[in-house]
C-alpha cells in the first residue's frame, strides 16, 4: 500500500519519541538519577574467590561502564539468603580466615562506581569452613632449676601453619601431682613464658600448656620437670643435697622418707536414702601391721568422740562404729599413719543427693596437714 502523508507524519513522530527518551535517560544518568534496577546490568560476571591455606582472595568480577575503582567486603553467611553485616575491617581483596568462621561459608561483595551510581555484587558462598588448626611437630619444653624461688623458663615448641604469622599463642603454667602429668591444676594468673616458683609448689611438678590459635585451636603440655624441692641450705631436706634427687642425703622435698609399705587403702560402701547417706561398710585393708589409726567424725549422725586404734596383723581394720546413717554436710577424716614414713590420709564429705565427696592424700611424719602424695 503506498504511503501518505499521514502514514510518514506518524513514522517521523515515533522516530521522534525515542529520541527524546534517549536524550531523557542519557540525562538522568548525567544527573545520577537512573533507576538504581539500571545498574545491575552493569555486572556481566560476579567476583570469584580462591582459597590458598587459610587465606581467600577475590577477583572483581567483570562490568560494564565503570571508573575502574572497587571496594571490597566480606560476609559469613549460611545461605545465599543469610549473611551476616560485613566483617569489621576487612575491606581488602583478601581475607585471612579465624576460629569466628567456623561452621559458616564466606563469599566477598565488591562495589564499584559508574555514571549510574554506585553498584554491587556478591561473590558465590565458599564450602563450608572447618577447623585446620597449627599443628605440633616439637612439644614446648621448660628449663630452669626446680627449687623454691627459682625461675622457670619455657619455649612455645615448634608449630606449622600455612599463616605461621598470624597464629597466636597462649600459655598457661600448671602443677601437677607425678612426673606422668597426672593430678594438674593451673596456677591463677600464671601466663607468661616464665614462671618463678613459691611454696605452694614443693614436692609438686611444674610444666607449661601452649594454646596456638589459628583457624582452629591445639593445646600441648611441656614434660613435667620437678619434683620442686626446698634450694640447699634451707633445712627442707639433708645436708649437702642438691638438685632434685629422691634418695637419703639428697634435697628431695620428702626428705629421703617414702610411704608405708604397703600403703593402705580405705575401703566405703553404702546408699543414698532420702538425702541422707547410709554407710554400711568402713574399712582399711592393705596396710603395715600395727600402724596407727585415727578417725574423727564431724557433723550430723556422728558418733560420739573419736577413735584411735592401730591395724591389725593382717594390715585390715573394721570401723564399725562410723557403719551409720549420716546428714549431708558430714566430714569423716582418716589418719594412717607410721613413725618414720609418709602416712595415709583420707577424708568424707557426705552430700545430699550424690555419693560422698572423697579426698586421698598424704600425711609427713610429724605433721597432721595432708598434701598430695610424692611418687613413691
Known amino acids: 500500500m503506498p504511503l501518505t502523508r499521514e502514514h510518514t507524519s506518524r513514522a517521523a513522530k515515533a522516530r521522534g519519541t525515542r529520541i ?25 560476571s560476579p567476583p570469584e574467590t580462591a582459597r590458598n591455606g587459610r587465606t581467600l582472595s577475590t577477583t572483581n568480577g567483570t562490568w560494564l561502564g565503570t571508573d575502574g575503582t572497587y571496594r571490597y567486603a566480606w560476609q559469613r553467611c ?24 567456623l561452621g559458616r561459608r564466606i563469599r566477598s561483595v565488591v562495589t564499584t562506581n559508574s555514571l549510574l551510581g554506585p553498584d554491587s555484587a556478591a ?8 577447623a585446620a588448626p597449627p599443628t605440633n611437630s616439637a612439644a614446648p619444653a621448660v628449663s630452669g632449676a626446680t627449687q623454691i624461688g627459682s625461675t622457670l623458663s619455657s619455649t612455645l615448641g615448634t608449630w606449622n601453619d600455612p599463616s605461621p604469622a598470624n597464629v597466636t599463642y597462649r600459655r598457661q603454667w600448671q602443677r601437677c601431682a607425678a612426673v606422668d602429668g597426672s593430678g594438674c591444676q593451673s596456677i591463677s594468673g600464671a601466663t607468661g613464658a616464665s614462671y ?41 631436706g639433708s645436708p649437702g643435697g642438691a ?13 629421703g622418707l617414702r610411704k608405708m609399705r604397703p600403703f593402705p587403702r580405705v575401703i566405703v560402701a553404702g546408699r543414698l536414702a532420702r538425702g541422707l547417706t547410709f554407710i554400711s561398710g568402713l574399712e ?20 560420739r568422740g573419736s577413735f584411735r586404734g592401730r591395724l591389725g596383723r593382717r594390715g585390715s581394720l573394721r570401723l564399725k562404729r562410723f557403719q551409720r546413717i549420716y546428714g ?11 613413725r618414720g614414713a609418709i602416712g595415709k590420709f583420707t577424708r568424707l564429705t557426705t552430700r545430699s543427693r550424690s555419693v560422698p565427696a572423697r579426698r586421698d592424700a598424704c600425711l609427713m611424719p610429724g605433721s597432721s596437714k595432708p598434701r598430695r602424695c610424692p611418687r613413691r
Open 123 to 130: 561473590s558465590a558462598l565458599t564450602a563450608r569452613i572447618v
Open 196 to 236: 618463678t616458683t613459691g611454696p605452694s609448689d614443693l614436692g609438686q611438678f611444674a610444666r607449661v600448656l601452649v594454646t596456638a590459635e589459628g583457624l582452629g585451636t591445639r593445646v600441648v603440655a611441656s614434660p613435667p620437670v620437678g619434683p620442686i624441692a626446698n634450694p640447699p641450705g634451707s633445712g627442707g
Open 78 to 101: 549460611d545461605s545465599e539468603e543469610l549473611c551476616d553485616p560485613p566483617v569489621p575491617g576487612q575491606t581488602a581483596s583478601s581475607y585471612l580466615l579465624t576460629t569466628a568462621d
Open 328 to 338: 549431708p554436710g558430714t566430714v569423716i577424716e582418716i589418719r594412717i599413719t607410721r
Open 243 to 255: 638438685g632434685t634427687g629422691t634418695g637419703p642425703g639428697t634435697n628431695s622435698p620428702t626428705g
Open 284 to 303: 582399711i585393708r592393705r596396710g603395715p601391721r600395727s600402724a596407727a589409726v585415727s578417725v574423727r567424725c564431724r557433723g550430723r549422725g556422728c558418733p
Open 20 to 44: 527524546a527518551l534517549t536524550c531523557a535517560l542519557i540525562c538522568l544518568a548525567v544527573l545520577g538519577l537512573a533507576a538504581p534496577a539500571m545498574a545491575d546490568d552493569l555486572n556481566t
